[in-house]
């Protein structure tokens, strides 16, 4: 692994590792998923991703950008993701990723509330993307070329602009470790998506503390780290991609998750490290048996946090590869969590390991009072030192309230329950925060019943979530309403504004709906009668409409 200073960028570290491995493969697409638009594989070293992004960093130079502000990104998950990343944080601008599949209002949201100085794209995503930002005229929408444009421009009547250098490349000298480097989104309690700041420290400390893991999940220059996941999450952008860098591996990007040519694409991309979900190892065991080669021999591990206990046992027979549980949250990032990785994992039992060393944690009751030992009780978490925020996200911006409220006695409130076993490992029970969690996404209840109440028929609501064996949580909601008894349509008013996995997948009708002492849902109430209704087939099922918006609308 190339050593990290205490203050690189993301971008410096970058620099190191193409000095380090430059004719190494660093980012690849396989050839199917980059059939749309390429005629096969696409792929850069180390060396070649560093010649595009010089490129780039003359591009978005050109346009004088600033250190603190920020472009979205609306690339999916194509490898422009990870170049423009590198591109802007060398001249200390911060991206916003955005998914293509959300629906207009809120890609709208994320734009306005992040305050983007632009949006770069694919050119299917123009016109809409262009359309959308006639609503908030907040900043403008350009492509690739736009960018090759603004260069040429700048050679005609260079910008009287200083820039000090590294390598050759424009850097400016007030970007630090601190400095914000990306702004993901992330579903909380309130309604809409909280914008979570990460700084250059937190995806380092993220690549640095997984590269440095060992035992099972031992990693080095000759990994080829796969993943279906898009690089708008956590898992890919923060994780697996500056692991890898630091590593001098690869990540190997799929555009989304084919099962039925997975492990094929395994065998052929000679993958040795797989990261996935819950809800692709469920897949993956509901195809049928054959004699296709699983690559046991290859793989060292595949990272699938969030898998049913049940699940892990039969994925480990069958397949032959450690299915590694882990917890963490876009908030706590490397400063706050935990990893089955090393014996005894207590496979099937939904253990998630132990907090790392540099972790500390407590578990609570509703009062913040520790809970007697092996009792089920919030996770609490914070860094070990004179900083409990270490390695932590920097906040959510535009909202120090609920910042602090999370870090409310100076440790980090999770919402996730857990119990500890008497081995020091921690086992996940539930989730104390009304938090939907289908499929790897994070889906706040309020926020559907946000869009739900906009409909003129629903006079009230609640939403909650059930179990799905194939994809954790699935969205139930009730429906109050005297003139409706049309559940499809209400469930196309949620498609219209929703992104699709968000959309709930069973509607009922009730009179009322269960509230509290202090006239609030009562959430435990509404998930033991959903559940029930479930049971009973007293609800719409409407799973199957669930679909993904087709690229480009």
Known sequence: MIDVDRND????????????????????????SAAPYADGAVEYTYDATRNRVHELIAAYSARDLRVGERVALAFDS??????????????????VPLN??????????????????????LPEYIDRLTALDGKTAACEVLSENDLAAAVVARE???????????????KSSATSSATEAALLYTSGTTGKPKGCILSNEYFLALGTWYNELGDICSMDEDDRLLTPLPPNHMNALCTSFPAMMLCGGCVIQMDRFHPRWW?????EEKVTIIHCLGVMTAILLTLP???????????????GPGSDPKHQVRFEQRFGVPLIEAWAMTESGAGGMTIAYKEPRHVGQRCIGKPIDSTEFRVVDESDADVAAGEPGELLVRARGDDPRKRFFSGYYKDQDATEDGWRGGWWHTGDVVREGDDGCLYFVDRRKNVIRRSGENIAAVEVEAVLLRHPDVLGCAVCAVPDEMRGDEVFAFIISQTCSDTRDIFDHCMEHLTYFKVPGYIAFVPTIPLTASQKVS??????????????GECDDLREFKKRKRTGQ
């Open 289 to 303: 048996e054959n004699d296709e080669e699983y690559f046991a021999d290859q793989v060292k591990f595949c990272f």
């Open 263 to 267: 492990w094929n694409t395994v065998g």
């Open 100 to 121: 293509s599949s959300a629906s207009d209002d809120e890609i709208l949201h994320l734009v306005a509330h992040s305050d983007c100085r632009c949006i770069v794209a």
């Open 78 to 95: 194509r490898l422009e993701v990870y170049l423009h990343l590198l591109a802007l944080n060398a001249i200390g601008v911060s991206i």
């Open 9 to 32: 960028s993301v971008y410096q570290a970058f620099e190191k590792a193409a000095t380090d491995f430059g004719p190494r493969p660093f980012l690849r697409v396989p050839a199917k």
């Open 523 to 536: 959430r435990g109430e509404i998930k033991q009668t959903a559940r029930n209704l479930i049971a009973s």
């Open 156 to 170: 005609e009547n260079p910008s009287a602009h200083d820039l000090t250098t590294i390598a050759g490349v424009p």
